[in-house]
Nanobody, 115 residues
Framework: HFVESGGGLVKPGGSLRLACSGS????????MAWYRQAPGKQREVVAN??????????WYTSAVRGRFTISRDPTKNMMYLQMNNVKSEDAGIYYC????????WGQGTPVTVSV
């Protein structure tokens, strides 16, 4: 069970920090990911972070690389997505899940980009 938060209205060039909490899964022990579903499009992976056992490496889709940062806080069992220099194409509903997206989805948190 995942709960996403932190979304909202942001101006182009602005920043947001999304947060994800989860029950029934230890984030550090799993590859975790942020997904985005833009209006009229399929849900896609935006970023992921490997389990600690696998080295904890991160991956980003090219559209957000250099602007977004995925991270985890093992003390809180939470995951974050720092979004900087936000662009209009970043808009959508953001979800967190395991790397394969096989667990139940949360409600997501919407990100709207507008002046």
């Amino acid at each position: 069970h995942f709960v996403e938060s932190g979304g909202g209205l942001v101006k182009p060039g602005g920043s947001l920090r999304l947060a994800c909490s989860g029950s029934g899964i230890i984030f550090n022990q799993n590859t975790m990911a942020w997904y985005r579903q833009a209006p009229g499009k399929q849900r896609e992976v935006v970023a992921n972070i490997a389990s600690v056992r696998s080295g904890g490496g991160t991956w980003y889709t090219s559209a957000v690389r250099g602007r977004f940062t995925i991270s985890r806080d093992p003390t809180k069992n939470m995951m974050y997505l720092q979004m900087n220099n936000v662009k209009s194409e970043d808009a959508g509903i953001y979800y967190c899940n395991g790397g394969g997206g096989t667990r139940d989805w949360g409600q997501g948190t919407p990100v709207t980009v507008s002046v």
